[in-house]
């Protein structure tokens, strides 16, 4: 597998990104703004994530998703080493993450991979989201920040 930068004149693979994020127009405004890097086999698009700069010294993981024929076998752990690993060879010292409550998924990738909760901000998704989030069975209601110092 290969892990890359999406090179200028490509088109971001809005399939798997929209796994990540329902929502079409915050992905296209972070994509603009951002680093997306792309996890191929075989010549195909099997993950994808964006790094975002957002304060000084401090980059945030807005998009990581697999290809879900290729979930469950450690690609999001790799995709998440990666990212660190390109924010330290950029410079930053803290790493952030939002996802929502539901996913439970990616809150315990992300502590797996040594972030921390920092902050939970109540009712994000029903502020921010015109349709109803539902993941494991249960609304998407909150957005939990984790984080980690580099």
Known sequence: MLIRKLKKDERPPMTL???ADPS??????????????????AGQVIGVYVLLSTKPKT?????LAVD????????????V????RV???????RFEVATGNSSLGPLALYQKCGFRIIEVEHDY?????SEV??????RCMDRVWLSLEL
């Open 24 to 41: 079409r127009s915050l992905i296209e405004d972070y994509i603009k703004s951002g680093e997306c890097f792309l996890a191929e086999a």
């Open 125 to 129: 998704f029903v502020k921010h989201y």
């Open 17 to 19: 990104l929209l796994l």
């Open 59 to 63: 980059v945030e993981l807005v998009n």
């Open 81 to 84: 080493n990666d990212a660190i």
């Open 133 to 138: 989030i539902i993941e494991n069975g249960m």
């Open 87 to 93: 924010a330290k060879a950029m410079g930053y010292r």
């Open 68 to 79: 879900e024929h290729f979930q469950g076998k450690g690609l999001g752990k790799h995709l």
